[in-house]
């Protein structure tokens, strides 16, 4: 049995090789640093840090299978580590397997939203998300196109043959039958195009968009004045400008920020039906 003074040791030594993994890291030495956490995990294997670290560098590395074994394993020992479900979405995407690298980056930001300002990783990784998610849609949209030509093209050839068999009738009949062809393939044509709107790129609607950045919402907060804005546009606002409301001018404090959950909602909802709006400028 482990004496309680040999753990606290062990803890001690695999803190000070996670500080001296942190030090090779910053200088690019990324063997160096996976050498060093890897020195740590043997040492206190149960600390997630310590694995999502050295996943860090395998991915400077481009080693994505270890990436994934060592942010799986952090993701064990901590589900709610943010950067190991963000750096797990990143190796899976690398894998072509979309839409398991879609699902951890989307928890990875659901976990980031609200997070440390000193840890906050939103829209790092709201970028990679929208361009997964953009992927996916596209796929998605042109299947869609591709399925709703090939039936208007198969209707519109069913109405041709009912009217060719129309042509059979008296020439009076002839005429309305001919009418009303026209207005059928008109008709037709309008569902189609009904059915297509929601994929035909647009304008975000404005109260979707943050009053600053004029991007869609990704992590959106309230003032006490009611004014919706992006969280690190005005956390950054309060530290480098000053502590007020942008737009209201009144006094407005970090504290007194609150996720505005109705708007997260929305925009999601919005996202949903409109995958284009994920199209990064």
């Avoid at 993701?75 to 950067?83: G, T």
């Amino acid at each position: 049995m482990v004496s309680g003074s040999a753990l606290s040791a062990a803890a001690k030594q695999a803190e000070q090789l996670r500080k001296d993994g942190n030090i090779y890291f910053k200088k690019d030495r990324f063997g160096a640093a996976i050498d060093a956490y890897t020195e740590a995990i043997t040492l206190c294997p149960n600390v997630p840090v310590y694995w999502t670290n050295r996943a860090l560098c395998h991915r400077r590395r481009n080693d994505w299978l270890k990436v994934e074994e060592d942010c799986r394993r952090a993701i064990q020992l901590d589900y709610s580590s943010v950067k190991a479900h963000y750096m797990l979405g990143l190796a899976l995407l690398q894998k072509q397997k979309l839409d398991e690298g879609v699902k951890e980056l989307q928890k990875a930001l659901d976990l980031g939203r609200g997070a440390n300002p000193k840890g906050y990783m939103v829209d790092e990784i709201w970028q990679e998300l929208a361009k997964a998610k953009y992927m996916l849609w596209e796929h998605a949209s042109s299947k869609r196109s591709w399925e709703l030509q090939s039936l208007k093209e198969a209707c519109e050839a069913a109405l041709r043959e009912k009217h060719f068999l129309d042509d059979s009738q008296p020439e009076g009949f002839l005429v309305e039958a001919g009418i009303s062809h026209m207005k059928q393939l008109e008709v037709l044509r309008q569902v189609f195009r009904k059915a297509g709107e929601a994929d035909i790129p647009g304008e975000v609607p404005d109260y979707l968009c943050c009053k600053i950045t004029l991007d869609i919402f990704r992590d959106p907060v309230i003032t006490p004045s009611g004014v919706t804005y992006e969280r690190a546009v005005i956390l950054d606002h309060l530290q480098k400008v000053g502590k007020f409301d942008p737009i209201t001018r009144e006094p407005l404090d970090q504290s007194q920020l609150v996720p505005n959950l109705a708007m997260k909602d929305a925009v999601q909802a919005y996202l949903d039906k409109h995958g284009w709006a994920y199209k990064l400028d």
